[in-house]
Structure formats: C-alpha cells, structure tokens
C-alpha cells in the first residue's frame, strides 16, 4: 500500500483491501483514473483472494452456424442480408462433420452462436444440439446468446421457459455472455435498435439460472458508452449475481469497428492496450461475486491477454478453433490456439495454468514452466 499513498485511488485502495463493496460512484472514478498500477493492484488482489495463483483456459471448438441475421446492427460486421453473397448457413451434416474432427482433439466444450436467419426453423437448433450430444456426450454445449433465445420465442410462440426447457432437454448445459452489450437504453437505440433490450437479456438469464443453468457475462465497450453506462451495466449484472449466483464468468469485449456500419465514426472502436487493462482490472474490482474475469485472446491479442493476469484476469478462454464473428472485422489474431501455447503463455506469466470444463472444473494443472 505505501507505494500507492499519492495515489488519488487511495481511499478507494483501502476499501478493497479489506474487502468492501465499491458503488458506483467509485466505479466511474475507477474507469476513468490513469493510475493503471493502482487498478492492477487492486484488481490482482480480488483476482487472488479468489483464485490464488490459478489461471484457467478450455479446450473447445466453435461453431457459427449462419451470418444471415434480420438484425443487422450497426457494430457487427458478420450478420448478412439472406440475399447477400456472403451469406452462408451450415447444414446439420456440415455441423456434425465439423463435430467429428473437433473429437480428435479431446475438447471440453462446443461453443455454438450465430445470426437470426428466418429460413431455420426451430428443430434444426434442436436437432443441432441433439446430433452433437450423440457424437460427443461428455462435452458441454454452451450455445446460443440470449439475443437468438429470445428469437426462438419470438419464432414459435413458445414462453421463454419452455424454449431454455427444450434446448437443455437436447443438450444445452450453458449460455454464452453474448447479445449483453451495453445495457443502456440510449447505446442500444444508436448500435442495435433492433436488438433486445438489456432488461430482456437480463430476464433470460435469470431464467436460465432459475432452471439451474449456468451462464457467462459480457460488455462490449469502446464506441459510444459513458463511463457511467459501463458502470451502471456492470452493476446491473452484480445485482442479478447476488439474486441467482448462476454467472460463471464475466469476459470484457473491446469493439472493433471494422467492416461494420460504426467504421469511421469519431471515437468509435480501437480501444488502447492501456484502456483495455484498465476495463479488465475494473470489472474484477467492481464484480466481486464474480468467480472469473476472462480475457478473449482472440480480440486482445496474446501479448496482451497474457499481461491481463497480472490485471484481474484468471481466463484466457480457450483453443477456440474457427472463430468467424470477431474475425468478419478483420482483425489478424488467429482462429485457433493450440493447447501448448495457451499453457506457455500462462506459465510464462508466472501462474498455475488450469485446464477447465465449461462449468470450471478443473480437468488438468501444469505447474510449473
């Protein structure tokens, strides 16, 4: 702490150390302080207060399923128009085929998101889930944003419980964090008017924790959010956190502008290395009941992602294999990471690297470099 006594996080320094909850208040002074080694500081402390020396990755494959989507928000650069010529949707025997070679690497997870295409109806995605429990029945499906449930409602008329009833009766184990944005009702109706609004996101969510699903969390900053609005949508999700405990992991998204409606526009898009620290360290800081903070190498970079475990972060998410959405805004990281690299990055930090299941059980430790 003496190394921090100008420190104008002082106050808030002492507050964590013993382990008090920060307010909003606090949470906006935090997002917007440039002492980036006091929010490390504070933020490792919380990250191994819970984790201790552990940073966790997974083994598993993505599939995104279609880029046809009648949404078509102004950030994304994947979803398409069906008439596009870039449109493309994977049949149910594509999806297996691709399932089949995923078994050969001993994955834990198959991570399944994708547009709002009218031309599927709602057997496919069960039968999607259901063809890939038959081929791989020890792996977890973490699949479909609460964006595409609240569309299956909408396609069938169904009530939301029965629609998460019916896909965890297929096969669905976990909801993925994505379609959660900024909850604001002002960023929506400038990024995504045609999207959810960040209430129904947090219902579905709650709903799913109510049938005792277990689901991830995320923001997506860097366009046109206030430090305010990032404040208020991490609080709105600790608020649910205390009500369920159903969040595995909260993982920061930064925007990347390219390719999408929003390239170009003033401040828009190419967060710094330096703000993405300090929305990682923040998060950890103000998520207290969040177990995990997680840092998606795909859109950080692996330099950066690896120096995030000194800022709060004990994930790097996984192998991944194939990511296509983050990709359609051309960014160069890859579409895959092998298991060696990911357990080097993690050992070269100085930390346990952990290998984990969707719901973070630890399956395998590598210790030491």
Not at 176 to 186: H, L, V
């Amino acid at each position: 702490m003496s190394f921090f006594r100008q420190s104008e996080l002082q106050d808030l320094i002492k507050l964590v150390e013993k382990g008090e909850r920060l307010d909003f208040e606090a949470g906006v002074r935090l997002l917007e302080s440039k002492d980036l080694l006091a929010l490390g500081y504070m933020a490792n402390l919380v990250r191994e207060r819970k984790n201790g020396n552990k940073a966790y990755f997974i083994v598993n494959r993505h599939i995104n399923h279609t880029n046809v989507c009648v949404n078509l928000c102004r950030f994304c650069a994947y979803g398409v128009p069906g008439e596009d010529s870039r449109a493309f949707t994977l049949t149910l025997a594509e999806i297996e085929e691709k399932v089949r070679q995923a078994a050969a690497e001993n994955i834990s997870e198959v991570h399944i998101v994708g547009g709002l295409n009218p031309e599927l109806n709602y057997d496919y995605y069960l039968q999607m889930l259901q063809s890939i429990k038959r081929i791989l029945p020890h792996v977890c499906l973490q699949a479909f944003t609460a964006v595409e449930i609240d569309y299956f409602t909408r396609m069938t008329g169904y009530p939301l419980k029965r629609i998460l009833t019916d896909l965890r009766a297929a096969g669905l184990d976990s909801l993925p964090g994505g379609g959660a944005e900024i909850f604001s009702t002002r960023v929506r109706n400038t990024i995504c008017p045609q999207k959810i609004s960040g209430g129904r996101w947090l219902e579905i969510h709650e709903t799913a924790h109510g049938l005792g699903m277990r689901t991830n969390a995320t923001i997506l900053y860097g366009h046109v959010e206030t430090t305010g609005e990032r404040t208020a949508h991490m609080l709105q999700l600790r608020e649910l956190q205390d009500k369920t405990r159903g969040f595995l992991a909260f993982i920061p998204l930064p925007f990347s502008p390219g390719n999408t409606q929003m390239e170009g526009c003033n401040g828009a898009g190419n967060t710094t290395g330096f703000e993405d620290l300090k929305m990682l360290a923040v998060s950890r800081i103000l998520l207290d009941n969040f177990e995990h903070i997680k840092a998606f190498w795909i859109m950080l970079g692996l330099g950066l992602a690896q120096v995030s475990l000194h800022f709060g972060v004990d994930d790097l998410d996984g192998t991944v294999i194939e990511e296509r959405i983050i990709h359609a805004t051309g960014v160069r990281t890859g579409q895959a990471m092998p298991k060696k690299t990911l357990v080097n990055l993690i050992q070269k930090a100085g930390r346990e690297a952990v290998e984990r299941d969707t719901l973070y059980r630890a399956l395998k430790s590598y210790p030491g470099a």
